[in-house]
C-alpha cells in the first residue's frame, strides 16, 4: 500500500490503517516519515503516562481505566512500551491478556511498542504513535510503561499528566525519591491497597510532597488509593487525572507541554543519529581509546560524515 492510500484510508477512520502507520512509522518506513507530515498537529487528545516499578499495577488499572473512560464516552487508545525488551516479550503478552476484553470494542485500540527500529529510537516511536494517535481521533490516550531508573522513555516529556503507581511494598516510595520520579508525577496513586501497608506509604508521599518546591501553576498533587485489581479508586483516579487537565488548561500550561513533547523528540532522533554513528565510525573510536583523538573531535568528524547512514 502507499501512502496516499493509506492517508485516506486513515483519515476515514479505519483502525486497520491506523495499524499499519504506527508500524510504518515504528520501523522508520519512509512512508511512515510521509504520513507523520502529514498528519502531525491534527486532533487532540489527553494524554496520560502511567509509570512505576515492574509489578505494581499498571496495566491493570489501565485495563479499569479504559472501562471508565468509555463509560463517559471516550474513544481511548493504549500505548503498552516496553523498554527492557527490543522484541515484544512476555510483559506485552501479560498486557495484551489483561486488556483483551476491550479487543472487540471498536472505540478501544491498543499497541505495544518495542522496537528499537525507528528513527528515534524507543523514544521517537512512541512520540510518533501519539501523533498517529492524536490525528485519527483519540480522546484519551495512556501509555504505560515502566518507570526503571533513566527510562529510555521519558514519559513526563510526553504525557500532559503523568501518574506514578506505587505499592504499598516497603521501600516503594523511597525507590521513588531516589529515582526522582517524585518530581515529575502529577498524580501519586498506591495501588494494590488491599495489601497491608498502604496508609503508611500515603503519609510517607504526603509529609514529602509538602516540602517538595511548588509545582506549575501551584499545582498539588493528590496521592490516592486504588485496588486496581478489584476496579476499586478508578472514578476518583480518573477524576484526579482530569483535575489536572483542567488546571493545565486554566493556568496555558498545555502548549508549554506540546512544546516540550517536540524538544523531546529532536533530542530523541539526534541521539539515535549518534548511536548509530558511533556504531558506524569504529576507526574513530578506537583512536579515542588509544588517545589519538579526544571524543570531541571523533564527534565532530562522526557527524559531519556525510557517507553515513542517518
Ligand atoms: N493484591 C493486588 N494485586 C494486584 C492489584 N492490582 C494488580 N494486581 C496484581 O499484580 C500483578 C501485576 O499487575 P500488572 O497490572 O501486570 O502490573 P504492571 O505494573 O503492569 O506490570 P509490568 O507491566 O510487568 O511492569 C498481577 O498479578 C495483578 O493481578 C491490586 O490492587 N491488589
Ligand atoms: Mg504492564
Known sequence: MDSQTLLERFTSGDLRALARAITWAESG?????????????????????????????????????????????????????????????????????????????SGVFIRSLASRGALGGLAGAVVGALALLE???????FVETVGVGQSEVDIARVADTTVLVLTPAAGDAVQAFKAGVMEIADVFVVNKFDLPGGERVI??????????????????????????SRGE????????IDRHYAHLQEHGLLEGGRLERARFEVESVIQEWGRRRTR???????????????????????????????
Request: aromatic content about 4%; glycine content about 12%; charged content about 25%.
Open 29 to 105: 518506513h519512509p512512508a511512515g516519515a510521509e504520513l507523520l507530515r502529514e498528519l502531525r498537529g491534527r486532533g487532540n487528545s489527553r494524554v496520560v503516562g502511567l509509570t512505576g516499578s515492574p509489578g505494581a499495577g499498571k496495566s491493570t488499572l489501565t485495563d479499569r481505566l479504559i472501562e471508565e473512560a468509555r463509560r463517559r464516552g471516550e474513544r481511548v487508545a493504549v500505548l503498552a512500551v516496553d523498554p527492557s525488551s527490543p522484541f515484544t516479550g512476555g510483559a506485552i503478552l501479560g498486557d495484551r491478556i489483561r486488556m483483551m476484553r476491550h479487543y472487540h470494542d
Open 203 to 228: 503519609q510517607e508521599l504526603k509529609t514529602t510532597l509538602e516540602l517538595a518546591p511548588p509545582r506549575p501553576g501551584g499545582w498539588k498533587p493528590p496521592v490516592l488509593s486504588a485496588v486496581g
Open 280 to 310: 558506524e565510525g569504529q576507526d574513530l573510536i578506537t583512536q579515542v581509546a588509544s588517545g589519538e583523538l579526544t571524543p570531541e573531535e571523533a564527534a565532530t568528524r562522526l557527524l559531519s560524515n556525510p557517507e553515513m547512514s542517518r
Open 233 to 240: 479508586g478508578i472514578t476518583e483516579l480518573l477524576d484526579a
Open 135 to 141: 490525528a485519527f481521533g483519540f480522546e484519551r490516550i
